[in-house]
């Protein structure tokens, strides 16, 4: 699942970045309104984590141009400023979520994780497809009630395409999804995933669809 984490403060900001991804998220991080404004025009992410107090463009001026640009991303703030009448303000602005500093790092990643869920439709937390379980939050998969061990990209490969049956997702997407900015990534690291997929989980399923991408079929 691929994150933008907008947040100014250098210290906070490496610290997100670093336990976000230690759960499991891939994560760009911007350190101004104006330059996730720019990253949203040409980029895919599944949730937006978003300060208020940005320089160039405020966070709150940030998510009004998105929201009246059509971008559905869910966001959720992340702000010292816990007045009642500022969260009103932001969640009437369009935001899905918010969250005061300080706060817990699990709780961040469980109501991220709550956002995402609700934005594809989905109620229950883990993704069942015939005989796999995977579970977001303990970051666990199952075959046959048996776990499956899964490197990181592997798991977010499989959520994703878990997350949208029937749906083919193309290449970048794929890509977008696993991979930031500042990683290098090999020409064919995505066959590479979807070949371990395909052999630790006998994941016929897992469909290519020639010059597109790949798909997960419907049970």
Known sequence: ?????????????DGLKTGLTQNG???????????????????????IVLD????????????????????TTPVLILTAR????????????????YLTKPFDLEELTARIRALTRRSVGRADASLRYRNIVLDPAAHTVTLDGEFVTLPRREFALLQKLLESPGQV?????????????????DSNALEVHIHNLRKKLDASFIR?????????EKE
């Open 52 to 71: 208020l107090g940005l320089p160039k463009l405020s966070g709150l001026g940030l998510l009004q141009q998105i929201r009246t640009g059509g971008n």
């Open 82 to 97: 816990e007045t009642v009448e500022d969260r009103v303000k932001g969640l009437d602005s369009g935001a899905d979520d």
């Open 208 to 216: 290519t669809i020639r010059g597109v991408g790949y798909m997960t």
């Open 169 to 185: 997702l193309s290449r970048v997407q794929l890509m977008q999804s696993l991979y930031g900015w500042e990683e290098d990534v």
């Open 25 to 47: 998220f891939t994560v760009d991080w911007l350190k101004d309104g104006e330059s996730a404004k720019r990253a949203l025009r040409s980029e895919a992410f599944e949730c």
């Open 1 to 13: 699942m691929r994150i933008l984490l907008v947040e100014d403060d250098e210290l906070l900001g």
